[in-house]
């Protein structure tokens, strides 16, 4: 623990960019899935296959490969228009923040995909008929009853997706930013106590995942609600 | 713009690392598979002494970041004066070794929960039916429920697989030359990441689609006696 005096702020700050990290690469995900779902679910060949081959390359791919790919390729790609209007930059990069939770976010989407067009095709057709013979729009339909059905139905493997895009955070650290990996990398150049440093990013994570763990249970629970009486 | 000529360089130089990334994931495998059943005969064994240790166990190796147990592995333990005493400092000395580790007891907790949900998957009539013929609880086990759960876990056991061997991957972080290490060395001198990334992608994902392909078989193979026009 003396260790670790001086260090607390620093973890915490870092706490704070995972926290940062995962709400902006969630909001992406989530659309990345459901624009996924959408284009697998729609009548069009071309939006079909445009989905699958995103599956595909993102399911098959390892995380840090997109990352690195994404990060070094954007900044190539930006230097080399910087270059058009200023020769004398050299490397201009996309803010690591921005590349990784992009990347995370694309790996993890193309996940969320698989699940969202599974849960959608799971609602009952029944529930959508029978909302359509009391005269509720199409509209209202998809929106009133089979978001929140599919929502009950997403639920646990979409909580699974959240694990691995707070896992997958740690990684973000490899192109330099600051969150806890990167803190303790730090602290290690000063103080040299490796083990100790790693096991509090360990202990960081771990009650994160406890947090996204709970909540989703709690969710869960809300959204099965209707359920209970029913059992 | 695209510079195939590297691209045909780098993919023979790239390919000379997938003997390092199949044996970090066929022995990673193998352990991981091996401590999953421990884990698994542990937590249905119904006593809380054997239980609860597995539940942590998974609890915090699912919990906390694949490259953060390979660091801790890797960078830390040396920390510790009895590891660096002990008779495993040879292999926790090595890249190879903790990369090897780390995998292996990472997926051991990822596989133990995907074989837990193969047993509770299990109808339970079959086990009423074969006390009933008189078979022991260990006979019971090993001709009944294996097999079955075995099954009834191949799907989810051929995603671990492809996540296992994309987390191969990340032992080039602890300086081993896998395929990802030698892409990355190659684009650390070339700067031409478009070119040699993409191509390590498309290694992968052929990679990722052999090991479905095969567990896909594999599960047909498993599946035969439910076929009724044979």
């Known amino acids: 623990m003396a260790d670790l005096v001086g260090w607390w702020d620093d973890f915490f700050w870092g706490s704070i960019v995972v926290v940062q990290i995962f709400a902006v690469s969630l909001v992406m995900m989530v659309l990345f899935g459901l624009m996924g779902a959408a284009a697998k679910l729609s009548n069009s060949r071309i939006a079909q296959s445009i989905a699958s081959a995103y599956t595909v390359i993102f399911r098959g791919t390892p995380e840090i490969l997109v990352l690195l790919l994404i990060y070094f390729g954007s900044a190539i790609a930006l230097t080399s228009v910087a270059k058009i209007f200023d020769p004398s930059i050299t490397f201009l990069d996309i803010p690591p923040f921005w590349a990784g939770s992009f990347a995370i976010a694309l790996v993890v989407g193309s996940y969320a995909t698989e699940t969202f067009r599974g849960a959608f095709q799971g609602v009952n057709p029944g529930l959508i008929e029978a909302s359509r013979a009391l005269g509720i729009s199409q509209f209202n339909t998809f929106i009133y009853i089979q978001i929140p059905e599919m929502w009950r139905l997403a639920l646990p493997a979409f909580g699974n997706h959240m694990l691995s895009l707070i896992k997958d955070t740690a990684l973000i650290s490899i192109i330099g930013l600051n969150e806890t990996l990167f803190v303790a990398e730090q602290a290690i150049g000063t103080t040299g106590k490796p083990f100790t440093m790693y096991v509090v990013v360990g202990c960081i994570y771990l009650s994160f995942s406890t947090i996204i763990t709970l909540t989703v249970m709690l969710l869960e629970r809300k959204a099965n609600q209707h359920l209970a009486g029913a059992r | ?230």
């Not at chain 2, 051929?158 to 896998?178: H, P, Q």
């Open chain 2, 1 to 230: 713009m695209i510079d195939f000529q590297l691209i045909a360089d780098s993919i023979p130089k790239m390919l000379v690392g997938i003997g390092l990334t199949l044996e970090l994931m066929l022995v990673s495998a193998v352990l991981g598979t091996i401590l999953a059943v421990i884990l698994l005969l542990m937590r249905i064994s119904g006593r809380r002494y054997l239980s609860w240790p597995a539940l942590t166990y998974i609890y915090i190796f699912r919990g906390t970041p694949i490259l953060v147990q390979i660091f801790i592995i890797y960078y830390g333990l040396p920390q510790l004066d009895f590891v660096r005493e002990s008779i495993f400092w040879p292999i926790l000395r090595e890249p190879y070794g903790c990369a090897v580790l780390a995998l292996a007891l990472n997926n051991g907790a990822y596989m133990s929960e995907i074989f837990r949900g193969g047993v509770l998957g299990v109808d339970k009539g079959l086990g009423e039916a074969a006390s009933a013929l008189g078979l022991s609880i260990r006979q019971r086990f090993m001709y009944i429920t294996t097999p079955i759960a075995v099954r009834l876990a191949i799907p989810a056991y051929s995603n671990d697989i492809v996540s296992l061997m994309k987390s191969t991957a990340l032992a080039s972080t602890i300086t081993l030359l896998d395929m990802m290490g030698i892409a990355r060395t190659i684009v650390a001198e070339t700067f031409a990441p478009y070119e040699v990334f993409i191509s390590l992608a498309v290694i992968y994902i052929i990679m990722t689609f052999f090991i479905q392909k095969g567990f896909g078989y594999f599960e047909r193979y498993m599946s035969r006696y439910l076929k009724r026009d044979a």
